[in-house]
């Protein structure tokens, strides 16, 4: 079972993350957790100790599925046509009340106009650059799984 998880442990950083990276999906990944699956089905555990970590691993084996599938999902979506519309849209409606605030002087009106602005500036920031994890500007990294191929 080692080698399987090796295996797909050097496909997902080699091959899978870096093709996320471009918002592609290459195919080979369900043929490894496939592999791992199988081991871990003709695992025939010989004491309780074995059962009992043989229960661990299979538990471990469902996140393990459950986190790809998360992943993949993650890498293939990205914020979709209507809520830019509403973001744009309601920072356009935001930036027209703050001009609307009556103020004393046009100095003041213009400090308020203008801190809001790079306040509403930096929300965009943020959200373009976490709406896609594995392109945007803070990329998720394969860190962890070259930390694993490395134990």
Known sequence: MASAVSDYDSFVINREWPAQRHRRQVSGGQQRINAIQLDLLTCQPQTVADGILDQNTFGDFGKLVQARAQR???????????????????????????????????????VISGLYAIFLGMMLFFVVAFSSPFTGVVPISSETFQQAQGA
């Open 72 to 110: 993949q999902y993650q890498a293939a979506r990205s914020l979709q046509a209507p809520l830019w519309v509403v973001l744009l849209l309601g920072g356009v409606i935001t930036v027209v009340l703050v001009a609307m605030v009556g103020v004393k002087t046009v100095r003041i009106h213009l």
